[in-house]
């Protein structure tokens, strides 16, 4: 245990500005962080469908469905007869109508059961999505005339009170919803940069144990008190916790800002540990595998940039994407951004992949270094 100290904070020592760039990298990814927010006004999901309406009825009640829809919604109505509105549904300008039944607040005090008609084309999403809110408007105006009991100034008291209270609900959902976009825009933005950095990174750990095995420390072992497994635990150790420092920065900030990520921080914080841990494992690796500073810094550059790339830290890879969707599959890149976006529909697959894949490594790092050990032995 005390040589795999000895070995941890004398790689610290060895890597302490490796360790400054990771603190500047993982205070520059928050700036990134408020560099990516406004990204989610782009992309926004909240763009209003437009729908056409017949008001049949010109009651307060008729309005207050207009209200609910328009700004609870997000809807965009246009009003006018019927008639004028099938060429716009035909030709997809709008994405339904509506039909306000004449007598429409007088029945519905009388508990009559009402029904509002909606036409829609065969965009089945958005005629299940303006029935379901529909719905939900009818069943909260029957409830308000069974309280009424046929009193139409008591059953608008309850509509008007209830409206209220709807208003200022709405209002705060919103702003935590679009809270929500600007969060994971900006998240998913610096995090994109955060892969290529901490790659970028790796190449101080790899430098310091290209020059153990280059300088004799390797075949200095066989006659220390250090073995080669303390050698690479205290060697990892040291790595991962650069690799950490850089990465965890954000998501602490997040959650110390109360910042609701959707991923949930307990696996945001344990995807951080497994992909220190992976790129750490591979900066080693490396370290066994290359003999030149030129082939490092090359086959380095190739990692980080084509590895973002795969993985979908610059732009999102769809299916259309065809073969390069496929390869995609193949970087660890990809699992870790994809969890980290929020994207995932099974996050635990994404951290089991991740955990595979730095085993892996781990088990080819472990295997290089051995078979280096028992040359400089020989």
Known sequence: MNNIRTVFFG???????ALVIALLVGAGSIGLYY???PIANVFSVNDKIDIAMTDNDKSELS???????CDRINMNIIEDGKEKFNDKLINRDVSAIIEIPQGFEKNVIGGKDVKIKSTTLDDYENGAYISVYIEGFMRSVNIAADAAKGDAEL????????????KLTKENAVTSDREDEYVSAGFK????FMIMLVTA???FITLAVMEDRQYGTYSRMAVSSVTGVQYIVGTLGASVLISFTALIVLPLYLLITGAQMTAGYP??????????????????????????????ATLSGCITSIGALLGGAWFPIDETAGMLKYLSYITPQYWYVDFMSGEAEQPVINICVLILYTLLIMLASAALFGRKSVVSKA
């Open 11 to 17: 790689m610290l020592k060895r890597l302490k500005y």
């Open 35 to 37: 560099c990516g927010r």
């Open 63 to 69: 309005a207050m469905l207009k209200s609910y829809l």
């Open 155 to 166: 059953f608008s008291k309850i509509m008007n009170s209830d409206a209220a209270d709807t």
């Open 189 to 192: 933005f610096s995090e994109g």
């Open 201 to 203: 990174i790796g190449i």
């Open 267 to 296: 696996l945001v914080f344990a995807a951080v540990i497994i992909y220190s841990l992976f790129n750490s494992a591979l900066s080693i690796m490396l370290a066994q595998l290359i003999s030149s500073k030129q082939a490092l």
